[in-house]
């Protein structure tokens, strides 16, 4: 089990910035770490980690990861949040899977996110037809 310390993930802007994501709580069933750098709490950009165990008839394992990006406003002085982005991944790994089957989907996982069309679908919002 690895033990809960800050995540450092860059950015996406022209010149990337390293994002500081740091623990605010841990459990192996959600673990919820925050940048606080929005300096109020309804400003607050999250990643919340899960790990799910199979158990009795349940045959698989569940990864979770979530990220949510508000976006605050400042109107006649008072902050809200004008919208959040968010993303979820639920990773689904069945008890009989190996450590190379897994790595298998991590990395297919991975390498679809950095594939043009793929990009193009979910950041730019350009379909696929």
């Not at 069933?29 to 400003?43: I, Q, R």
């Not at 990864?63 to 004008?82: D, F, H, M, R, Y």
């Amino acid at each position: 089990m690895a033990t809960a310390a800050s995540i450092v993930i860059n950015d996406g802007q022209a010149t990337p910035v390293a994002v500081t994501f740091g623990p605010e709580a841990v459990a192996p069933a959600l673990s919820s770490f925050s940048d606080k750098t929005a300096g109020v709490p309804l400003g607050y950009r999250r990643m919340k980690v899960s790990t799910t165990f199979a158990s009795g008839k349940n045959v698989v394992n569940r990864g979770k990861l979530a990220i949510e990006l508000p976006v605050v406003q400042t109107v006649n002085g008072i902050q809200s949040v004008a919208y959040t982005l968010r993303a979820n991944v639920d990773v689904i790994l069945p008890q009989a899977s190996t450590d190379a089957n897994r790595k298998d989907l991590y990395a297919f996982l991975k390498n679809a996110l950095g594939h043009a069309l793929v990009t193009g679908a979910l950041r730019d919002l350009d379909p696929i037809f």
